[in-house]
């Protein structure tokens, strides 16, 4: 470990190596050295076993992130196990309206690709693991205890092994998650809102091939989405998200494979085939967060530990991806023009475009989730005759479907 790094970035997780991969190609020209570092060790070699990062999870990722992990170097690796979503089929249990969006007439490849988080953590790693990324020291398994704010540089105190060492840094990168402790610590403030809900995610096998399309279908009780996933050889396979009241979470938690499967099929009907098999099922609260100081004089806050949203319209992950490519972006101009990284000013700049996408992003996923939660027969009227009409109405859905994907703001450039 050395003592001294122009970017500490703290969290090898999802948003904390992908930031890194971001950076790396600049990394020898403009002589930055960077510590990535995470509180859990690497798998053994070979082993998909990564980190809770890069759990049992898929994330839906949106068209534009795929530009992003072109633009880092990775998408040629990605590409080998994800899958696209050629069609994402948005219906309300219980009610006429029904959206379908589709690649082919938004004049796109894929609306999105899903991509398998262990998969994801594995081309990310492994990419920071290459002979060109020497400027890159993923340091693993130590944990950041501390961060202390000095007059030129921040100084991280690293636990590892027993003993407590100090790196100093022009900027520190808290991608710490959404249960960081460092957040506390650092005295920042952030909004919470639960949603008395949790989300449950389960791979399920149903009868015939998903055809690459994607379901999102809301109910009375929550939102449920359903996402095609590779074939694992025997089965074809989805990625279930289905939210549920926090006060019937342990009984369906508690529930036979074969019972839940009768239940999933209560709520979500057969448009997609017979549900033949479950896997294992993790259960998530859901929540709103939002850190209401997101940049310090040498200090960025970003991914889960800036906002975390309800996964249900699957943006958590593309909008965090999209401030680690801005503030990339940010951070190599301010380097190439020879101002310091943890200048409040580069932090603003990056902070200013990221708010408003936030804004959006947030506003977007909470006021649908509201929206197709509420069981007011009017509104649900008015959803149902705005769906109908986006589902015959092609520059609303195209609106809809750019929003959905990523494209309605002008992506960060990553020169
Ligand atoms: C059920 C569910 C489904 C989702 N689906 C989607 C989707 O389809 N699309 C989408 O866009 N988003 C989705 N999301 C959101 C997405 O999962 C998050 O945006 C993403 O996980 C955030 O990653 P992160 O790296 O910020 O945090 P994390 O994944 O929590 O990573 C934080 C890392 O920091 C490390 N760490 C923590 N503290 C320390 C410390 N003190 N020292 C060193 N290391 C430390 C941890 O070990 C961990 O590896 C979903 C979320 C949920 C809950």
Redesign the pocket.
């Known amino acids: 470990m050395k003592q001294k790094y122009d970017i500490v970035i703290?969290?090898?997780?999802?948003?904390?190596?992908s930031l890194a991969c971001s950076l790396l190609p600049a990394c020898e020209e403009q002589e930055l050295n960077i510590a990535v570092?995470?509180?859990?060790a690497l798998p053994d070699n070979g082993s998909l076993e990564y980190?809770?990062?890069y759990d049992s999870?898929?994330?839906?990722?949106?068209y534009g992130?795929r530009t992003l992990y072109e633009k880092m170097g990775v998408w040629n690796a990605l590409k080998t196990h994800v899958t696209p979503i050629k069609q994402i089929h948005v219906s309300d249990r219980g009610h006429f309206g029904v959206t379908r969006l589709n690649a082919e007439q938004e004049g796109v490849p894929a609306l999105g690709y899903?991509v398998e988080?262990q998969w994801l953590g594995r081309v990310l790693l492994e990419r920071l693991q290459q002979p060109d990324a020497a400027r890159v020291d993923f340091i693993c398994p130590?944990?950041?205890?501390d961060i202390e704010t000095g007059q030129h540089s921040m100084d991280v105190l690293v636990e590892q092994q027993g003993t407590t060492h100090r790196i100093a840094s022009e900027l520190v990168v808290m991608?710490?998650?959404?249960?960081?402790?460092?957040r506390e610590k650092m005295g920042i403030s952030y909004a919470y809102t639960t949603y008395e809900q949790h989300?449950v995610?389960a791979n399920i096998s149903p009868d015939r091939e998903h055809q690459s399309v994607a379901y999102e279908r809301f109910t009375d009780t929550g939102p449920m989405a359903l996402?095609p996933l590779e074939n694992d050889g025997s089965h074809h396979r989805c990625g279930l998200?289905w939210t549920i009241p926090d006060d019937q979470i342990d009984e369906i938690m508690a529930l036979s494979d074969q019972d839940f499967i009768a239940r999933l099929h209560e709520r979500f009907g057969y448009r997609a085939g017979n549900f033949i098999k479950v896997g294992e099922r993790h259960a998530?609260p859901?929540k709103l967060v939002l850190a209401e100081e997101q940049v310090r004089r040498g200090l960025v806050v970003?991914?889960?530990?800036a906002h975390?949203?309800h996964?249900i319209a699957?943006?958590?992950?593309?909008?965090?991806?999209r401030g680690v490519v801005a503030l990339a972006d940010k951070l190599l101009e301010a380097r190439k023009q020879k101002v310091s990284l943890g200048d409040l000013s580069v932090l603003q700049a990056f902070y200013e475009q990221q708010r408003l996408d936030q804004q959006r992003t947030i506003g977007f996923s909470d006021q649908t989730m509201k929206l197709f939660s509420n069981a007011n027969p009017l509104l649900a009227i008015g959803r149902n005759v705005g769906l109908q009409l986006m589902d015959i109405c092609p520059p609303a859905r195209t609106l809809f479907a750019r929003s959905a994907m990523g494209l309605d703001m002008p992506a960060p450039e990553l020169k």
């Open positions: 703290i969290g090898g997780g999802m948003v904390g190596a570092i995470e509180a859990f980190q809770p990062s999870r898929a994330t839906a990722l949106a992130s899903v988080n130590a944990s950041v205890v991608a710490d998650g959404g249960r960081s402790a460092l989300a995610i996402l998200v998530y859901l970003l991914g889960n530990a975390a949203l996964p699957g943006q958590g992950y593309n909008l965090a991806l």
